[in-house]
């Protein structure tokens, strides 16, 4: 099973007057390539199971025991076994609001950061001066340490020396400073109409856009270059518009690189702990459960339910993955043929 | 005027309205950051709407503040360099050394399991962090490595192995099998070939996915807080920063320089491997 198949780029099995018409060379020499292999191969895999598989597989464990941090000297790695954390979570206060604050705070973010990548990979698609400059430029956001570029926009958006309320109020005529990361609502009237908005979210969104924008303007542009010309130019000779040219040639040549973004933009917002920590602290309708689980862990010590709080929202974004690749991805592979 | 003619128009003028827009919305932040950096604190609370600095005001007691030692009235910014540079180093040797072989392994030998690790080493990389800060935090505690230097850079690889071996993977596919072949044919062993011949072609990459890696340790924040809160002598920059924002004592100008400080490593570096590191993330992206 481990002998090259037809087809494939496999390696020459051993030297070249050997190789032919005798079996017996090739298999050793596919053998010796297994025993590389694994060779190679362990050190790594010892490596991750140790650091990733393991202590996971402990997170698992450790949810279903009621522990805290004074007493796991004292306790074996197989203790009593309860559903006492699944239940402290799912009734503690706040729970489910703040899956849901989770699941917007995610789908918000992950849709604008892509749908801004977007329109800056086409906008930057063609040469002009500067472009080198300014597309290195546009990926700093995402480069740049977190607690920085957190303390930056918390200074830039403070009600009382912040430049944005100071110009708010100055130049665009705002009755008073708002405090964007600690106000939980705000009513805005829109035709006649109280809407209430969630200031505190919709800035850690807004922040969360600006951060992550680049990542996916990166992985767009690369496929965006890779496109052949002649498809738009036939599409031009056709008499197709430059929007029609873009949601019929190059939108569908794009879908399989936005479906990817948007599993891992997915997959890592609603994971995010340091960006809401550290814009709101998880305050004013922005405890997304990432902040819950460290809430757990280090105001209470209670080792058992941040592990369930932990493991509730891997299980949730598992759902969520399941859903999305249900509806969406097939869609995708049909737009792409 | 036809549509499609019209259409060019519209968006020829939107093209470049945009691009102002995203080099506004991506290089304020760091102007203001740098301009705030030099600036006494009162000169601020006085005129916040002012995003110039005029040579009267220009100060540079901001860094001396922030980096002289706490013994001299400072914030002690020059140690926690030290700290997040030891970490950051030793994360990227940690790192490189246990994901090379596993990463050369699946991109180019075949061997028994071969697709079931390699599918492992893909899942790892989307594995929450959340999950992990958990057992990680009680094994620390338990055997004692909790405010340690290279304990943090323990845990720190398993936050970058997964995507170290998801680069070096696409990176080692990159290099022709052939010359591998004729090494081989000339009598090389495995192990020669990897050290001879492998890695002096895959150096440049290396360079980027270790630079990529300490990116990562450099800016990580959260088991820096799990873990080194309680020790201040121990503090990386970025978690030395949170602290001190947190409180009210330090001049937010003061702080501005630290975050100067901390940021200017990582966009120096990034900038030096731009191309090697956009090519290393994407190269993925543009096979459909």
């Known amino acids: ?337 | 005027m036809t549509r499609a003619g019209f259409e060019k128009r519209v968006f020829g003028a939107l093209r470049w309205v945009v691009i102002a827009f995203l080099a506004v919305i991506t290089l304020f932040p760091f102007y203001y950051m740098a301009v705030l950096s030099v600036k006494p604190i009162d000169q601020l609370l006085l005129d916040p709407g002012r995003i110039w600095v005029s040579a009267s005001e220009f100060t540079l007691d901001t860094y001396r503040t922030v980096l002289a030692s706490t013994d001299d009235g400072g914030q002690g910014f020059l140690r926690l360099l030290a700290n997040s540079a030891v970490v950051s180093l030793g994360t990227v040797a940690l790192t490189l050394l246990a994901s090379i072989p596993g990463a050369y392994a699946v991109s180019r030998l075949r061997f028994f399991g071969g697709r079931q690790v390699s599918a492992l080493f893909l899942a790892v990389y989307l594995f929450p962090a959340t999950l992990l800060a958990v057992p990680l935090f009680v094994i620390f505690a338990r055997i004692g490595l909790q405010g340690s230097l290279v304990g943090l850079a323990v845990v720190y690889i398993a936050q970058t192995v997964p995507v170290s071996i998801y680069m070096l993977r696409n990176y080692f596919a990159t290099i022709p099998k052939s010359i591998e072949e004729a090494a081989a044919l000339d009598g090389c062993s495995r192990p020669a070939i990897v050290r001879k011949i492998v890695l002096p072609l895959a150096a440049p990459s290396l360079m980027a996915t270790g630079l990529y890696v300490f990116m990562i340790a450099w800016n990580e924040f959260l088991f820096a807080l799990l873990f080194l809160a309680a020790d201040p002598s121990l503090w990386t920059v970025s978690l030395g920063l949170q602290q001190l924002a947190n409180g009210i004592e330090v001049p937010k100008t003061v702080l501005m320089a630290g975050s100067v400080v901390l940021t200017v490593p990582v966009v120096a570096l990034f900038y030096a491997a731009e191309r090697m590191l956009t090519e290393g993330l994407t190269s993925g992206a543009d096979k459909s």
């Open chain 1, 1 to 337: 099973m481990t002998r090259p198949s037809p087809g494939t780029s496999a390696r020459p099995a051993g030297p070249p007057g050997a190789a032919r018409g005798r079996p017996a060379r090739r298999t050793t020499a596919a053998a010796r390539e297994n025993r590389a292999g694994l060779a190679f191969v362990s050190p790594t895999l010892i490596v991750v199971l140790a650091v990733v598989v393991l202590p996971i597989l402990w997170t698992v464990l450790l949810a279903f025991q009621r522990t805290r941090l004074v007493d796991i000297q004292t306790t074996g790695l197989f203790g009593n076994w309860t559903l006492r954390n699944f239940e402290l979570v799912f009734t503690s206060p706040g729970f489910w609001s703040s899956l849901w604050t989770t699941l917007l705070y995610t789908v918000g973010s992950t849709a604008g950061s892509i749908a801004l990548g977007l329109v800056a990979a086409l906008a930057l698609r063609r040469p002009f001066r500067g472009r080198g400059l300014l597309r290195g430029s546009m990926l700093v956001p995402y480069v740049a340490p977190v607690v920085a570029v957190t303390f930056v926009w918390e200074v830039m958006l403070s009600p009382q020396y912040g430049i944005v309320n100071e110009w708010g109020t100055e130049l665009l005529g705002w009755d008073a400073p708002i405090a964007f990361l600690s106000q939980r609502n705000a009513d805005v009237s829109v035709l006649g109409v109280q809407l209430p908005v969630p200031v505190a979210l919709l800035t850690v969104i807004v922040f969360e856009i600006w951060r992550y924008f680049p990542f996916a303007f990166l992985f767009l542009l690369a496929r965006l270059q890779a496109v052949p010309n002649g498809l738009e130019e036939a599409a031009t000779i056709d008499g197709a518009g430059l929007w029609q040219t873009f949601r019929h040639i190059l939108l569908p040549q794009l879908m399989p690189v936005i479906s990817l973004l948007a599993v891992l933009r997915l997959i890592m917002t609603f994971n995010k702990f340091d960006d809401v920590y550290l814009l709101t602290g998880g305050g004013a309708g922005t405890d997304v459960v990432a902040v819950r689980v460290y809430e757990f862990l280090t105001a209470r010590f209670d080792v058992g339910a941040a592990a369930a709080q932990a493991l509730v929202l891997a299980a949730v974004l598992t759902v969520l993955l399941g859903v999305y690749f249900a509806f969406f991805a097939r869609r995708t592979q049909e737009e792409a043929q």
